[in-house]
Nanobody, 116 residues
Framework: QVQLVESGGGSVTPGGSIRLSCLAS????????MSWVRQAPGKGLEWVAS????????KTLDSVKGRFTISRDNAENRVYLQMDNRRREDTAMYFC???WGKGGTRGPGTQVTVDS
């Protein structure tokens, strides 16, 4: 079955950078779009970014455009989220998800906290 395991979260100061990683297994990774979604404390699930199977096209949430970049390594079955110029409102649990959008199977998540 689909298994997704996120890593790389932690605490950073505003303006800092961090890269999240997600290891996928149990499905044909290189044939599936992949996404990142997040959930801030007390809020609903929010889509962040999606990427086509071959990595040639991506789309990101307007509020993170120019700061977050989604990428993938199909040889390693990994999808990444590079987060630069972090802001306090980026504090959330981040999940990778199978497919395009926020409706696919998700991993357990990794916590990202932005605080001085």
């Amino acid at each position: 079955q689909v298994q997704l395991v996120e890593s790389g979260g932690g605490s950073v100061t505003p303006g800092g950078s961090i890269r999240l990683s997600c290891l996928a297994s149990g499905f044909d990774f290189r044939s599936n779009a992949m996404s990142w979604v997040r959930q801030a404390p007390g809020k609903g699930l929010e889509w962040v970014a999606s990427l086509t199977p071959d990595g040639s096209y991506s789309k990101t949430l307007d509020s993170v455009k120019g700061r977050f970049t989604i990428s993938r390594d199909n040889a390693e079955n990994r999808v990444y989220l590079q987060m630069d110029n972090r802001r306090r409102e980026d504090t959330a649990m981040y999940f990778c998800a199978e497919g395009w959008g926020k409706g696919g199977t998700r991993g357990p998540g990794t916590q990202v906290t932005v605080d001085s």
